[in-house]
């Protein structure tokens, strides 16, 4: 779809100097895609922010609990693939 859009000079120079005249719509696009993206998580994190609690994961409580569940973790991982023949 053809669109007509205003940007001020040096930011168009600076698009031709960074991907060329030729290439300037597919650099204007990723960067829009890029912004849509970033926004996006942004909006995902606010709307997520504060559902995860520390009072419901004690075992996260310092750096030490972390590790520790983190080896279990890969402990019980561990042995579940075991109980598979491999082959």
């Known amino acids: 779809m053809r669109t007509h859009v205003i940007l001020p000079e040096d930011l168009v120079e600076a698009v031709d100097a960074q991907a060329g005249k030729g290439k300037r719509s597919q650099f204007i696009e990723e960067a829009i895609r ?7 998580l942004h ?5 997520t922010a504060g559902a995860f609690s520390a009072s419901d ?7 030490e609990k972390v590790a520790a569940w983190v080896r279990d973790s890969r402990r019980q991982s561990d042995e579940r693939i075991d109980r ?3 082959g």
């Not at 890029?34 to 996006?40: G, N």
């Not at 909006?43 to 709307?47: D, I, P, T, V």
């Not at 994961?57 to 750096?63: L, V």
């Open 34 to 40: 890029e912004k849509l993206r970033i926004d996006a």
């Open 84 to 86: 598979y023949p491999r």
């Open 43 to 47: 909006a995902a994190l606010e709307a």
């Open 57 to 63: 994961h004690p075992h996260w409580d310092t750096p």
